[in-house]
């Protein structure tokens, strides 16, 4: 059974830094993509970030490059999402996600984190 689940939000003042982590289990990182998401209220989902278990590659929300690092842990089945220069407007839940490499929908989802950046 594939189970992801997230930790690392918190209240964090604007500039300031938190890094998520997201655990998952029953499977490998080698055979799927894994992203962030992230949902702030009255809006609609959004991708803040993905890696391929392929071949490494990255991809950012342009709201989000040069403050944002995605990365993987093999030896831990870790994902993490390091956020540096906080804004307010990052204030969200993150979701942490997976699809098999290839498949255009992610199938599997954490609980998500709340994030609050305070202005």
């Known amino acids: 059974e594939v189970q992801l689940a997230e930790s690392g939000g918190g209240l964090v003042p604007a500039g300031g830094s938190l890094r998520l982590s997201c655990v998952a289990s029953?499977?490998?990182?080698?055979?799927?993509?894994m992203g962030w998401f992230r949902q702030a209220p009255g809006k609609e989902r959004e991708g803040v970030s993905c890696i391929s278990g392929r071949d490494g590659s990255k991809h950012y929300a342009d709201s989000v490059k040069g403050r944002f690092t995605i990365s993987v842990d093999n030896a831990k089945n870790t994902v993490y999402l390091q956020m540096n220069s906080l804004k307010h407007e990052d204030t969200a839940v993150y979701y942490c996600?997976?699809?098999?490499?290839?498949?255009?929908?992610?199938?599997?989802w954490g609980q998500g984190t709340q994030v609050t950046v305070s202005s």
């Open positions: 029953g499977f490998t990182f080698d055979d799927y993509a």
């Open positions: 996600a997976a699809k098999p490499v290839g498949n255009s929908a992610y199938d599997y």
